[in-house]
């Protein structure tokens, strides 16, 4: 029958001599993990799914006028949000928002 030292590369020898360092590193990784919400969960795999799904998609944005005034409609397919913009600046803040979740 083989050995501990036989059956396990060189690089395993400090965790395997350190008796329950391997049980220790587990507990701590145990103990400082959170599972996440429901709501943030739902809203990650929504967006990794629509991420994989259209992977081309990306934030369209289209601008109506007229002789006297303009407006933006805007859609982002990885959040599925939108918005109709009477200003620039207000599509621009809306655009930093959704960006930055």
Not at 8 to 30: D, E, V, Y
Request: a positive charge.
């Amino acid at each position: 029958m083989q050995s501990v030292s036989q059956l396990n590369p060189p690089r395993c020898q400090p965790l395997l001599a350190s008796g329950n360092a391997f049980a220790t590193l587990f507990q701590r990784l145990k103990n400082s993990f959170r599972p996440p919400s429901q709501k943030s969960f739902r809203r990650s795999l929504r967006r990794r799914i629509s991420g994989l799904l259209c992977a081309n998609c990306k934030l369209q944005i289209i601008k109506f006028s007229n002789d006297t005034e303009a407006w933006w409609y805007a859609y982002d397919p990885q959040t599925q949000q939108h918005i109709y913009a009477t200003t620039e600046d207000e599509l621009d803040r809306w655009i930093e928002r959704i960006s930055a979740k």
